[in-house]
């Protein structure tokens, strides 16, 4: 029996991490979790993505990231440390929500008299 509509394809499948979550509940290690999916791109430039799974990790601020090139991948040179990266995200965490919270504060207009 024949598929219908059946044609052949030709691409490209890599795999990614397309989230990043921060499991920070309070009395507890935090808890990042890298949630991986693979993509199919095809020739015509569509593409399938399929949810691979997780990779959690307990925070050590002490561990080490070898940093690494966007484009290449290839290692840099230069490493950084989990608590680096904590502090990075702490701070832009905190720039946005004070930022927020200052175009969230009523303006009180004087009247002169």
């Given at each position: 029996?024949?598929?219908?509509?059946?044609t052949?394809?030709?691409?490209?499948?890599w795999?990614?991490?397309?989230q990043?979550?921060i499991?920070?509940?309070?009395?507890?290690?935090?808890?990042?979790?890298?949630?991986e999916?693979?993509?199919?791109?095809?020739?015509?430039?569509?593409?399938?993505?399929?949810?691979?799974?997780?990779?959690?990790?307990?925070?050590?601020a002490?561990?080490?990231?070898?940093?690494r090139?966007?484009?290449?991948?290839?290692?840099?040179?230069?490493?950084?440390?989990?608590?680096?990266?904590?502090?990075?995200?702490?701070?832009?965490?905190?720039?946005?929500?004070?930022?927020?919270?200052?175009?969230?504060?009523p303006?009180?207009l004087?009247?002169?008299?």
């Amino acid at each position: 029996m024949s598929n219908y509509n059946e044609t052949q394809i030709s691409g490209q499948a890599w795999q990614r991490c397309n989230q990043v979550v921060i499991e920070n509940n309070k009395g507890q290690t935090p808890v990042i979790r890298f949630d991986e999916e693979k993509i199919i791109q095809m020739e015509d430039g569509s593409h399938i993505s399929r949810h691979l799974g997780n990779l959690a990790i307990n925070y050590d601020a002490s561990k080490v990231i070898e940093l690494r090139d966007l484009t290449t991948g290839e290692p840099t040179g230069k490493t950084v440390t989990y608590e680096d990266a904590y502090v990075l995200l702490y701070s832009a965490y905190l720039s946005e929500a004070l930022a927020r919270d200052i175009a969230n504060t009523p303006t009180v207009l004087q009247t002169q008299e």
